[in-house]
Each structure stands twice: as C-alpha cells, then as structure tokens.
C-alpha cells in the first residue's frame, strides 16, 4: 500500500499542495481527480521522488519510501515522452535496464509487453514514426516494462481514441489484478467514474474527498428519493421527511431514515396508484462541482 | 480474459516480488553513456563526416608532400648557340636554341618561350628577355650569389608555425562543438520529450549527466586518436620531417589534452541545455560556451608567434589543449610545464564538472522559459 502523509509544497511561494494525505490500496484502480492546476502532476511527482516536497511523507506498506521502491514502481509523466528517433523495442529495453533489469530479462519482457499492446509488428520502428495512439500504447509499455511493484500514471487516457482506451484499461487492470497499487490521474471525471474502484478529488492543492464511489456519494449526499403518483401532497405531513422538489403528482424528498421513507412509499400505495418510487442518486460529477468549488 | 490468471499477462507476480533495488550509479552511468555512444556510431551523418574528415586529412597531407612536383613545369628559355652551353645543367629550365638573337626576342614576345637570353654589353655578358615580369628564378640561377650562413637552421618556419596553429585550432574546435552540441541535444532531447522524468525515478540525476558525459567524450577522444592516427599515417607514408619528427609530441599532448579538455566542456554543455525546455532555445544557452571554445582558436592563431601570450594560454583551462601543444612544437618550455598545465586543468576540470552537476540536477524538471546559470545554482 502506498500512504500519503501531510504533503506540502510551495512554488516560489505559490502554494501547490497543502497537507495532503491519501492513500493507494494494493490491487485497486485508484482514480485522481481535479481540476487542470490542483496539483495532481507535483503529487505523483513528489510520490516519485522527482520532486522533494516541503514538508510530510510517502511511506510503502507502512515504511518510509525508499529510492530502492522507487526504482521499482512504473511510472507516466504527464507530457508523453520516449525518445523519437529511438526504436520502440530498444527504448523498452534502455528504460528496464535503467530500472536495474538485465538486458537479457528485459529483451524478453519488452517482447512479450509490444505483443500484448498489439505493437509487436512495430518493435523495430523508431518512435516518431508510429501513430499517436501507438506512441501512446509504447508510452505505456514503458511504465510497465519493468514489472513494476506499483503503477503512478499521469493522465493515461487523454488523448487516446476508445479502442485505446480499452487495451490501455485492460492492461492496468490486469495490473491491479496482481494486487499493485494503481493510482492514476485525470481532469476527465466520467472516465475515472467509470473506471476506478477508488478516487481522490483534489482541488486547489487540498483533498476534498476521498474513497470508493459509494463512500463519497454517502459523505456528500443525504438520501433521497423521487415518488411519481397521483397527487403526491400528502408527503408534506409525514414526519421524518422533508420535500425538496413538489410539483403536483411528482415529490422529491430526503427522509432520516430508510423506515421514514417506506413510510411514504405505503402511504402513497394506500392513496392511489404509485407510478415510480425509487432512491435518488445524485450523480458524482455533481458531487465532484460542489467539493472542488 | 480467464479469472484463473490474472496479471499473467502483464507479468507481474506479487507472491514473488522483484527485490532488484535500485540500479548503481556507475551501472546507470554505463547504461547511459553506452546509448549515447550506440546512438552517434548508428548515425550515418556522424560516420560519413568523420570519414569525410579523415580522408581529407591523410589526402591532404600526401598532397602537400608530393603535389608541389606535380605542378612544377620547366621554364622553356629560348638562346642562341654562343649561350646555350652556360644554360645547360641548369635545374628546370627547358632549352630552345635559336639561331639569332632576333628570333629569340620573336619567340619570347610570341610566347613560344617563357624567357630568352641572348649575349648582352653588361658585365655578366648575357641579357635576360621576358615579357612584362623579370624572372626571378632564372635570374638568380645566372647571378653570382653571396656567400650565406644560417645560424639556427632549425628554427619553425614562421608559415609552418601558422598552419600548425591553424591545424592545432580546427580540430579543437571542430571536435569541441561538434560533441559539445551533440550532448546539449541529448540534454533536451530528454527533457523536452520528459523522458528525463522516467529516468529520474530510476536513477539519480548525476549519474545520468556523468552518463553523457562519458559517452560523448569517449567518443570524441576516439575521434581525436582517429585524426592524431591519420597525420601521423599520412606522415608516415610520405616520409615528411616535420610530422615524424615535429609533431609527434605536440600530437600526444594535444590528445591528452583534448580528452580532459573535453570533460570540462561536455559538463558544461549539458548543464547549459538543461537550463532550456526546447531544443529552439539551446542556441541562446550554448552561445556563451561556443565563445570559450572560439576565442582559444583564434588567439592560438593571432598569437601563434608570441611566446608570452602562448604561455599564458598553457595555463588558461579553455585555450591550455591548443596553447600547449604549440609550445611543445616551438620548444619553448620546460620540459615540466606541460604537465603543469595539465594539472591545472585537471583540477579545474574537477570544479566545472561539480558546478555543472549542481545546475544540472536543480534545472532539469523546470520546464518554461529559460532558467538563469544564477537561479540555477540557488536552486
């Protein structure tokens, strides 16, 4: 597990993180979100010891991070870069054995790494010479080449086209899968929606919320419900609720508990006919305005 | 995808994790410098001009061996019969006998003879004809010449001197720059494409930096040997003196130099491309550095004859690869100076490379405009 703890840190005395805790669960897709700015990028950099934060700590399964860990973890910075004029294949390899892999043993993983990607056919060509999504799928081999103990990406998914997306996904789960810490960043919220078993928000350099989608939804909503019927006025006078939204046959309410609510519903049944009744769900991206504001 | 293997693919095994740890410094310093150098030897542009640059240099000095007889032609001189006898045995001169003395001014107006000599009143008997310029080499040939002593028939021909300058300040010139922009380019290149990012969370940034310098300066000691290699090749097949014998010695303290020399600047050049983001703007960071490299070689050429100013040079970090060897050439030092000047850039060598660390590391992740040397070092 990789633990974040109290990080700080201030450019030119712009304040880009400020007390900073999180944490990255073993085999789970950890989702970073925020705004372009929030610091995100200085965070994973910080977590990969490019940068020195001002103040607080990284630890690795409850150790203070080494530069040994580091070595080991695979990592995506932010604007893409290999080198253009190199070969994919060879590249793969220089990035391994700069990770401490032998050339023999990183040969073979970079093999078998392009196969997978669907870049096997294009192991022998410069970098430049591949499409943008290619560049992006060598640009993941080169996090990955390495079989890294745990994976920081820096939006992975910006600019990639869905099939993209799909084998890139497909990878980082397989990833998670083998119980890595994944902890991967992006300003496009639907995507980490989707995609995450986890997230952190993050907006001006602070965390506002934290934990499995279920888990923020529950912090940041109170319960509510919709009921469509005939005439839905009677809601008013049951206790323990409160209406929100009334227009004739339609309510929206939030009741303190889940009897106050049942206590609607079978009031409604005995009145008349009940067209819909169902819990509300507010959406995250809704969550996600009202935290970051 | 089966549930039954997960992560197979991607290779990873968490019940048996990779305890590798990080990679050494010298081992990353290897793996570095070994792909600079792999990258330049694959680069046909690099191999094409040096072989270019070679072939050149052993052509040319068989040329100036054996290419001044190629264009030396005999001068024809026409005469007359009463001359021709003093002429003959004279060193390339190509005798016309004519039968008057009007028929050989006909001939050197006409320009079937270069010259022509026919019996004159004056006290050496003869008459030189030319058409607009005396010819001096004849004439000289025909005169009585003093009797002449040289005092130091030794001493370096002042044009020789001057070439030799000249040669000494090309190639560490050309070689400087050359490699010199080549690892400013390596330096952006990762920076600019934030590779460099990936490499720092594997290794420390000195040992990348120490990684190119390594690599290129290899490359440009192998270089230098190459040239050094073919002058003594091309003196050698031509038999030339002042190869063998001359420049020998200035050839092994140039190469010795050179090498160290060269650290000192590819340090240089990689923290000054570090300060920039775009490859664009490299032109701007180098150019103070392209001033150290240029004011040696034209000084060497200016000064090439002035021992003071040579000896200052010696010991001048920037100009000591170009000022010593001359001085070895000339001869005038003592026998300890060199090594002098070798310690002293050596050890200056050593500060540059850890003031160059120090910019370096602290400039590499800060993208933008241009960082300043001063913004650099306060970190």
Not at chain 1, 82 to 92: A, I, N, R
Not at chain 1, 254 to 264: E, L, P
């Amino acid at each position: 597990m990789l633990s974040i703890h109290a990080i700080s840190r201030s450019f030119n005395g712009q304040r880009a993180l400020h007390d900073v805790s999180f944490e990255v669960h073993d085999g789970l897709m950890t989702g970073f979100v925020g705004a372009n700015g929030a610091g995100k990028t200085t965070a994973m950099r910080i977590i990969l010891g490019v940068l020195a934060a001002d103040s607080g700590e990284v630890h690795v399964d409850g150790r203070p991070i080494t530069a040994d860990n580091r070595a080991q973890f695979g990592y995506m910075p932010e604007e893409r870069g290999l080198y253009p004029k190199m070969k994919v294949h060879e590249q793969l390899v220089y990035l391994a054995r700069l990770h401490g892999m032998t050339a023999a043993a990183a040969g073979r993983r970079a093999d078998a790494l392009l196969e997978q990607l669907g870049l096997g056919e294009r192991r022998h060509d410069t970098l430049e010479s591949l499409s943008l999504g290619n560049q992006q799928r060598a640009q993941i081999a080169a996090a990955l080449v390495h079989e890294p103990t745990a994976l920081v990406l820096d939006e992975p998914f910006s600019g990639l086209d869905p099939m993209a997306v799909e084998t890139t996904l497909e990878v980082l789960r397989d990833v998670a899968r083998s119980g890595a810490p994944v902890l991967f960043s992006s300003h496009q919220l639907d995507v980490v929606e989707r995609l995450c078993d986890s997230l952190i928000i993050l907006a001006h350099g602070e965390v506002r919320a934290a934990g499995t989608r279920e888990q923020i939804r529950a912090a940041h909503t109170r319960p509510e419900w919709v009921l469509e019927t005939d005439d839905a006025g009677f809601v008013r006078g049951i206790g323990g609720v409160e209406v929100i939204e009334f227009d004739g046959g339609h309510v929206r309410f939030t009741a303190a508990s889940d009897d106050a609510a049942d206590r609607v519903l079978r009031e409604a049944i005995e009145r008349g006919s009940v067209r819909s009744f169902a819990p509300s769900i507010r959406p995250l991206n809704e969550i996600f305005q009202e935290v970051v504001r | 995808m089966s549930a039954t293997a997960p992560g197979r693919a991607a290779g990873l095994n968490p019940s048996a994790p990779n305890h590798r740890g990080r990679t050494g410094f010298w081992a990353a310093t290897g793996i570095v410098a070994q792909r600079e150098i792999m990258t330049r030897l694959r680069s046909k542009s690099f191999i094409i001009s040096t072989a270019i640059m070679l072939v050149l240099i052993v052509g040319g000095i068989i040329f100036s061996a054996i290419g001044p007889a190629l264009f030396d032609e005999d001068t024809t001189v026409a005469t007359v019969a009463a001359i021709a006898p003093a002429l003959q045995g004279l060193d390339g001169l190509d005798i016309d006998m004519l039968s008057t003395a009007d028929a050989v001014r006909q001939a050197v107006q006409s320009g079937a003879a270069d010259a022509g000599v026919v019996p004159g009143s004056g006290p050496s008997g003869l008459l030189v004809l030319a058409d607009r310029e005396a010819p001096s080499s004849l004439i000289q040939m025909l005169s009585v010449a003093p009797e002449l002593e040289l005092l130091d028939p030794n001493a370096p021909d002042p044009m020789l001197t001057y070439y030799i300058g000249i040669g000494f300040g090309i190639v560490f010139f050309m070689s400087a720059i050359t490699f010199g922009q080549t690892i400013a380019q390596s330096v952006v290149e990762e920076k600019q494409s934030r590779i460099v990012e990936i490499m720092l969370a594997a290794v420390p940034a000195r040992a990348i930096l120490a990684g190119k310098v390594l690599g290129n300066s290899v490359l440009a000691f192998g270089q230098i040997v190459l040239i050094a290699a073919a002058v003594l090749v091309g003196g050698a097949i031509t038999g030339s003196q002042l190869v063998l014998d001359g420049l020998g010695m200035p050839i092994v303290w140039f190469v010795v130099l050179f090498t160290v020399g060269f650290v000192m600047l590819a340090a240089l050049y990689a923290a000054a491309a570090a300060l920039v983001s775009r490859s664009e703007d490299l032109g701007t960071a180098t150019s103070p550095l392209m001033m150290l490299i240029m004011i040696p070689y034209f000084a060497v050429i200016i000064f090439n004859n002035n021992p003071l100013a040579l000896q200052i040079m010696s010991y001048v970090p920037f100009s000591a690869p170009v000022a010593v060897p001359m001085r070895v050439y000339l001869q005038s030092q003592a026998w300890w100076e060199p090594f002098l000047s070798l310690a002293i850039l050596a050890a200056f060598t050593v500060l540059v490379i850890a003031f160059a660390a120090k910019v370096y590391e602290r400039s590499l992740l800060k993208t933008g405009s241009m960082v300043k040397w001063k913004d650099a070092l306060k970190g």
